[in-house]
C-alpha cells in the first residue's frame, strides 16, 4: 500500500528500542528517511544499519533528551544531514525512575519532575525546533506517544501517569496553535506493549497472576489480567501502524486527535 510518504523526512525520539524502534522501521519501509534517536549510540546506530541494510533510508542521531541544549544539539545534527523533518515523533519517555515502584505514596520530588521532564518539556522542546520548519514548508505531523494508564489513573506511577495526561494537553492545544498551517497534532495511547522497556514489570505483574512464563499463557495473561479485548499483549508494530497512518495524508483530516492502541483495554475497565 502507498502510504503517500515517500521523500519525507521524520524523527522518532527514542527508537534505538521498543517501540520507537518498531515506528522508525515502519516509517523507513514506508519510503521516509528515518532520523534514528536514543542515548545509546551502539543501540541507536544499529537500528538505523539494520533500516539501510533493508533497503530504507536512515541517519543516527544521539542525546539524552532531559540535558539542557540537548534539543537544540538534535535539530543541528538534522539540520545539517535532512534539511528538517516533516514528521515528528515523540516517543521517548517513560518513568523517569524506572518502574519500580508500585505504592502511590513516597515518590520523591525528583521523580515527579523527572517524569514530567522527559515525557513533557523534552516533548515540547523537540516540537519548538522542529514544527516551524514544518509551517513554513505548508505540511507537517506532531504525534505523541503517551499512555493508557493517562486516561485509566490505576493508583500507581502517578508521576507517569500525570505526565502523560499534561502530554496529551500539549498536544491538543498544540493542534488548535497549528489551526490553518497544514501541521496536524494528536496523540497516540499506548496500552501495555511488549517492550525492552516493559520486560520487567510484564514479569512482575505476571509473577503476582501466578504465572512464572506470561509468553506460554498469553491469552489468559491479557484478558484476566489487563483485560485486553483482543486476548493477546500489544507489540510495537501495533503502535507503528497507527502512526504510519496518522503520519500519512490519509489523516489530513485529523488532529487534535486521541486514538487509543490498547486491544479495549481501556474500555474493558
Ligand atoms: N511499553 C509499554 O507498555 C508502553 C505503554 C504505554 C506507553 N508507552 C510509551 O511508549 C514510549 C516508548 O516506550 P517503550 O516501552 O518502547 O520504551 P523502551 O523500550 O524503554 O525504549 C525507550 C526509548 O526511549 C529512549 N530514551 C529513554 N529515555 C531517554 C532520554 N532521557 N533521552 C533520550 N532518549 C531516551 C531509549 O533510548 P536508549 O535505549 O538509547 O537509552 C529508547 O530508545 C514511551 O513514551 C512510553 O512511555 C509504552
New binding site residues.
Given amino acids: 500500500m502507498d502510504y503517500g510518504l515517500t521523500g519525507k523526512r521524520a524523527l522518532v525520539?527514542?527508537?534505538?528500542?521498543?517501540?520507537?524502534?518498531?515506528i522508525a522501521r515502519r516509517l523507513a519501509e514506508a519510503g521516509v528517511t528515518v532520523a534514528v534517536?536514543?542515548?545509546?549510540p551502539g543501540?541507536?546506530s544499529a537500528v538505523a544499519d539494520a533500516i539501510k541494510a533493508a533497503g530504507g533510508q536512515a541517519i543516527a542521531v544521539?542525546?539524552?533528551?532531559?540535558?539542557d541544549g540537548?534539543a537544540e544539539r538534535i535539530r543541528d545534527r538534522i539540520d545539517a544531514q535532512l534539511g528538517g523533518v516533516d514528521i515528528l515523533v515523540?516517543?521517548?519517555?517513560?518513568?523517569f525512575a524506572g518502574f519500580n515502584h508500585m505504592d502511590w505514596f513516597g515518590i520523591p520530588a525528583a521523580d515527579w519532575i523527572g517524569s514530567y521532564k522527559?515525557?513533557v518539556v523534552?516533548a515540547a522542546l523537540m516540537i519548538e525546533q522542529f514544527v516551524p520548519g514544518m509551517k513554513e514548508r505548508g505540511w507537517g505531523r506532531a504525534i505523541q506517544?503517551?499512555?493508557?494508564?493517562a486516561i485509566q489513573q490505576p493508583p500507581v506511577f502517578p508521576d507517569?501517569q500525570a505526565a502523560?495526561t499534561a502530554l496529551n494537553s500539549l498536544s491538543g492545544s498544540l493542534a488548535k496553535a497549528l489551526g490553518g498551517t497544514g501541521v496536524t497534532s494528536n496523540v497516540i495511547?499506548?496500552?501495555?506493549?511488549?517492550?525492552?522497556?516493559?520486560d520487567d514489570?510484564?514479569a512482575k505483574a505476571a509473577n503476582a497472576f501466578g504465572l512464572e512464563d506470561w509468553k506460554k499463557e498469553e491469552r489468559r495473561f491479557a484478558l484476566e489480567f489487563f483485560h485486553h479485548s483482543v486476548g493477546r499483549m500489544?507489540r510495537?508494530d501495533d503502535?507503528a501502524a497507527a502512526v504510519l497512518y496518522m503520519a500519512s495524508p490519509l489523516a489530513d483530516f485529523v488532529t487534535g486527535a486521541h486514538l487509543v492502541v490498547d486491544g479495549g483495554g481501556a474500555s474493558a475497565l
Avoid: F, Q
Fill in positions: 525520539t527514542g527508537s534505538s528500542s521498543g517501540i520507537g524502534e518498531g534517536h536514543g542515548r545509546n543501540r541507536t544521539t542525546g539524552d533528551l532531559v540535558e540537548a515523540n516517543n521517548a519517555g517513560g518513568r522527559l515525557n523534552a506517544i503517551s499512555s493508557g494508564i507517569y502523560k495511547s499506548a496500552g501495555v506493549i511488549y517492550t525492552p522497556g516493559s514489570e510484564l500489544g510495537p503502535l
